[in-house]
């Protein structure tokens, strides 16, 4: 089975659970807030297609994965479809609790689909900034299933059964300054929360963003070559969904600081 199979049959896994959370989100025997949550988890797993659909097309011109061969456990495949083939069939029937919908949610959501796309993932480093990105929505998405799980009532809690699984990928955080003083102090600061790049200008910055996908970029506005704003419309040009990862700053020594984020 070559990589491409891999990503097509993960597509459709992904709009079979979008379908799914769909319908769940029009049963009005669940709760508002519930209702809700599926509606947003159901629009996560459309744009998780999405991205996939673009990872394929990324495959199908990189030169690696012509002849990339990969072994797929055919039971892997049966028990995850099935898995969700029964949720959807069991939802149809009116027989799901809240309860039981959530407690189904956590056992999709953290199936065996994670290893594969933290498979998918180490495969196209450096050939699909794309699947980069899926694997960070998909990670935001499994943090979203764990924080709205956290909040419910004792009676509405899941059994985890140890899914908690590892991280598809670390967070990838730039961060971009002319001093390298200030890189090695941001790098020692931020590296509890994510694998820390740096770069030394906006040049160097545009071009690590064109084949990494970041999850927040901290640039200083005045720089050499290019400064933080030129980079900042240039990568949203790159990758609109850029918008609302920069972070800001410009630092005088001697004077006061000030630091600005886009978007949220």
Not at 121 to 139: M, N, P
Not at 168 to 179: G, H, M, N, T
Request: proline share 3%.
């Amino acid at each position: 089975m070559v990589v491409q199979d891999i990503i097509v049959w993960s597509k459709r896994m992904e709009e079979l659970a979008g379908e799914v959370y769909r319908k769940a989100a029009e049963e009005s025997r669940y709760s508002g807030p519930f209702r809700e949550f599926l509606r947003r988890m159901a629009e996560d797993e459309a744009g998780h297609a999405a991205r996939l659909a673009e990872a394929l097309d990324v495959a199908d011109r990189c030169e690696q994965f012509q002849v990339d061969q990969v072994v797929m456990d055919q039971e892997l495949r049966r028990r995850i479809e099935q898995s969700i083939e029964d949720l959807k069939r069991r939802l149809e029937q009116g027989v799901l609790t809240e309860r039981e919908m959530i407690q189904a949610m956590v056992d999709m959501e953290f199936s065996e689909l994670n290893p594969l796309f933290r498979y998918l993932v180490d495969r196209c480093q450096g050939c699909s900034r794309t699947l980069q990105k899926a694997a960070s929505e998909i990670q935001q998405h499994e943090d979203r299933l764990q924080r709205f799980a956290a909040d419910l009532p004792t009676h509405l809690q899941p059994n985890w059964h140890g899914r908690k699984l590892p991280k598809l990928r670390e967070r990838a955080i730039l961060v971009v300054d002319d001093e390298p003083a200030l890189l090695l102090l941001y790098q020692q600061l931020l590296c509890r929360y994510g694998q820390v790049t740096s770069a030394r200008n906006g040049r160097e910055a545009l071009d690590l963003i064109r084949s990494t996908a970041f999850d927040a970029i901290l640039t200083d506005v005045d720089m050499p070559v290019m400064n933080g704003l030129e980079l900042f419309h240039q990568a949203i040009a790159f990758d609109p969904d850029l918008v609302n990862r920069f972070v800001f700053y410009t630092l005088d020594f001697g004077q006061s600081g000030s630091l600005r984020q886009t978007g949220e």
